[in-house]
């Protein structure tokens, strides 16, 4: 069973076998004849799994928005709270940190159920997002809160990270299962991309950035004039709105704007877990495929065969490398693109949802190539003294969003095969142990930049490097569908 190929054990046949066999057969329909024998009903879809989708996804949104608060707004946290830059990477490095206890809720998510996990991690939000919004004036203890509160939104992680695809089995048929995965799978990336975009929204650059630019205009406006004379009359207001001040931003005002920026955060989590406390059950009434009614493998026998599985821990580094080095080096796009002029930069995120059941091989290899070009355009553009190739706002922006595409839409397409290749393990294992090596090479990366900031280019390197050898081992991967077949052959 499994990547394989091996042929079906009796043991896991029995596993396979489905749990829930209707008591009763469905009533006929009036119009049907009365000697006609009703079908069995083996499974059903409800309506509220969109609801209990939405309150996963803005959990994750905001799990994603709470760990990839500082990066965007580095500047402004440095004259703030005297943030150095070894202070952003190791509050990024909480992200993966909170992932230190996975095993323990990979356990709760496969015995307590989705619903006690997800209360859990929903708790570590709201505390989190509570204890470093505390307004103190000691700014020693105001920094230890806040180190405090990202650690705990990182203990969310396993959870947030893993469980979609538990879900989409667990509420959704097969033929929506691929979408549900993608839209759990990408909201946190979303929502880490969205505090590119709110934090220079909410919070203003510090008073030398805005010095730098007023330089910047002031002697375009006094040696223009000196190579290219100008008209008399309008040399005095042109001198005039060179010297004209612009009003400057006080570090109490910027720490105000940083401080609402958390207090709105922490709003939107605390209604998101008194949401999730009214409302969020584990599993339906009844299961909406043949496959979520079938038996797993019990904890035990599932890290056991994770191990052992050849094609399983191919893929999973292939996942876990260029994932986990995005997810670092994104949490420090800022700290990168500094040398190239690009100050708290804002920039969007992308999801994907897909229907491409049975070709998930080509889809990844079509996506890992494209995320190599794109990152390598990135590198080589950001070494134009070396290269000559042109530099920009837009080609930064648009070879960053690209490799942003490529990278982040290839997750949920490899949470599925994860579960393809590894069936009858539980989903929320499967993706529990492949979302750990991701955070673990996330980690060590960010674990090395708080000793070593003050040159950042090997970190565009790396991120070319961990797609190409994520796109070889992809090459080599021998792909299988066992709950495919489960679905479409059982079934029918």
């Known amino acids: 069973m499994g990547a394989a190929g091996s042929s079906t054990t009796d043991a896991e046949r029995l596993e ?23 079908r069995p009903v083996y499974s059903r879809v409800y309506g509220r799994r969109w609801v209990v989708l939405a309150l996963f996804s803005m959990l994750g949104f905001m ?26 990477a190791v509050l990024v490095l909480w992200g993966p940190v909170g992932f230190i206890p996975w095993l323990l809720f990979m356990w709760l998510m496969d015995k307590k159920g989705l619903r006690i996990s997800l209360l859990l991690s929903a708790f570590f939000m709201v505390l989190g997002a509570a204890v470093r919004s505390v307004p103190l004036g000691d ?73 730098h630019h007023y330089k910047a205009a002031a002697t375009s406006f006094v040696v223009g004039p000196l190579l290219v004379p100008a008209p008399n009359d309008t040399i005095t207001h042109h001198y005039k709105a060179a010297a004209a001040p612009v009003a400057p931003f006080s570090d109490d005002y910027i720490r105000d704007r940083i401080q609402l920026l958390m207090y709105s955060e922490f709003g939107a989590i605390a209604v998101l877990f008194a949401a999730v406390l009214l409302y969020f059950p584990s599993r339906p009434p009844m299961p ?84 190599s070009l794109s990152s390598t355009w990135f590198t080589l553009t950001c070494l134009n003294r070396f290269t000559y190739l042109p530099s920009s706002t837009a080609t930064l922006y648009t070879s960053c969003i690209l490799v942003g595409i490529f990278i982040n839409s290839s997750v949920p397409i490899f949470f599925e095969l994860f579960i393809e290749t590894v069936y009858p393990v539980p989903e929320g294992i499967t993706c529990g142990v492949v979302t750990f090596l991701g955070n673990l090479v996330t980690g060590s990366m960010l674990f090395f930049l708080s000793f070593y900031c003050t040159e950042v280019s090997w970190l565009n390197w790396s991120l070319t490097g961990s797609c190409l050898f994520s796109l070889v081992l992809i090459l080599f991967f021998r792909e299988s569908y066992d709950r495919l077949y489960l679905d479409v052959f059982v079934s029918v």
């Open 63 to 88: 799990q994603g928005m709470v760990w990839n608060t500082w990066g965007p707004i580095q500047n402004s946290a440095a004259r703030a709270f005297d943030f150095g830059k070894s202070d952003i």
């Open 288 to 371: 909406p495929s043949v496959a979520a009614a079938s038996q797993r493998l019990s904890y035990r026998s599932s890290i056991c065969k994770l191990l052992s599985n050849l094609q399983f821990l191919k893929i999973a580094l292939a996942y876990a490398v260029p994932t986990g080095v995005m997810a670092g080096w994104s949490g420090v796009l800022d700290m990168i693109l500094t040398p190239a002029k690009v100050s708290q930069i804002m920039t969007p995120s992308q999801t994907f949802a897909d229907s491409i059941r049975g070709m998930l091989k080509l889809i990844l290899v079509l996506m890992l190539a494209g995320a």
């Open 139 to 211: 700014p020693v203890i105001r920094r230890w809160l806040i180190h405090g509160g990202q650690l705990l939104n990182g203990l969310a992680g396993p959870t947030i990270m893993s469980a979609g695809p538990l879900l989409s089995t667990t509420w959704f048929a097969p033929d929506q299962r691929a979408t549900a995965t993608a839209v759990a799978s990408l909201v946190s990336y979303l929502g880490a991309a969205t505090s590119f975009v709110v934090g220079p929204l909410l919070v203003p650059a510090p008073n030398d950035t805005i010095t």
């Open 16 to 38: 396979r076998e489905p749990l829930l066999v209707p008591s009763q057969p469905s009533e006929p329909s009036s119009s049907s004849n009365n000697n006609t024998t009703p």
